[in-house]
């Protein structure tokens, strides 16, 4: 893939980022503004992932799936941070779009055993999740189960090497980002840190081994 192409990706993707900026404002409970930092944040975040999604894949059938997870990737951190919950305005319909573009690319490309994998995925991530909200739910909410079945479709259509770094990777990182908060004070040891953007962290990290 040409270097320039990924370049200009990203910069379209963080043109677009001032605009999933406004979804993300629209999607909070108590409807606000965000800083400066904030849209800054989501315009630089929006444009590594679009140009990180184009890197990977190319013009390739895959493309429209994984830039849309980019592009709600962003959203759903964004509110789960400032509010601690992932909405199902965003979850549920990821749930169906998703395996659409994913079931689309698989037609174009003859990669059956992909979706099936995608399947599979989707099923296994959502089952882990639901057996740790039930054994721990101040540690796993059911927003976070929801997401896994569309992080485990999305990590699942690119193999298990994949699906099983992009699922202990959002533990890596959850926990680096954790100690961090707590050295500096940002959070107590009772207190919690939305996991939702860890699993899309790991999720892409899970793409870089597509």
């Given at each position: 893939m040409a270097p320039w192409l990924s370049i200009v990706a990203?910069?379209?993707?963080?043109?677009?980022?001032?605009?999933?900026?406004?979804?993300?404002?629209?999607?909070?409970?108590?409807?606000?503004?965000?800083?400066?930092?904030?849209?800054a944040a989501v315009t630089v975040s929006t444009g590594l992932l679009v140009?990180?999604?184009?890197?990977?894949?190319?013009?390739?059938?895959?493309?429209?799936?994984?830039?849309?997870?980019?592009?709600?990737?962003?959203?759903?951190?964004?509110?789960?941070?400032?509010?601690?919950?992932?909405?199902?305005?965003?979850v549920y319909p990821s749930l169906i779009v998703l395996p659409i573009l994913l079931t689309l690319a698989a037609a174009a490309s003859g990669a059956w055993q992909a979706l099936l994998g995608a399947f599979l995925g989707g099923a296994a991530l959502f089952a882990f999740?639901?057996?740790?909200?039930?054994?721990?739910?101040?540690?796993?909410?059911?927003?976070?189960?929801?997401?896994?079945?569309?992080?485990?479709?999305?990590?699942?259509?690119?193999?298990?090497?994949p699906f099983l770094v992009g699922a202990f990777g959002?533990?890596?990182?959850?926990?680096?980002?954790?100690?961090?908060?707590?050295?500096?004070?940002?959070?107590?040891?009772?207190g919690s840190i939305p996991f939702g953007p860890s699993m899309l962290a790991g999720a892409f990290l899970g793409v870089l081994f597509a």
């Open positions: 990203g910069l379209i993707g963080a043109a677009l980022g001032v605009f999933l900026t406004g979804i993300a404002e629209r999607m909070l409970r108590i409807r606000r503004r965000f800083a400066w930092p904030v849209r140009a990180l999604v184009v890197w990977e894949f190319g013009v390739g059938w895959e493309l429209p799936a994984y830039l849309y997870l980019a592009l709600i990737a962003v959203v759903l951190s964004v509110v789960d941070i400032n509010e601690k919950r992932l909405p199902n305005a965003l999740y639901l057996v740790l909200a039930l054994i721990s739910p101040g540690g796993i909410g059911m927003g976070d189960v929801k997401l896994a079945a569309v992080i485990g479709l999305a990590l699942g259509y690119l193999g298990w090497t959002a533990f890596l990182i959850g926990g680096l980002v954790s100690l961090v908060a707590l050295t500096l004070r940002r959070v107590t040891l009772r």
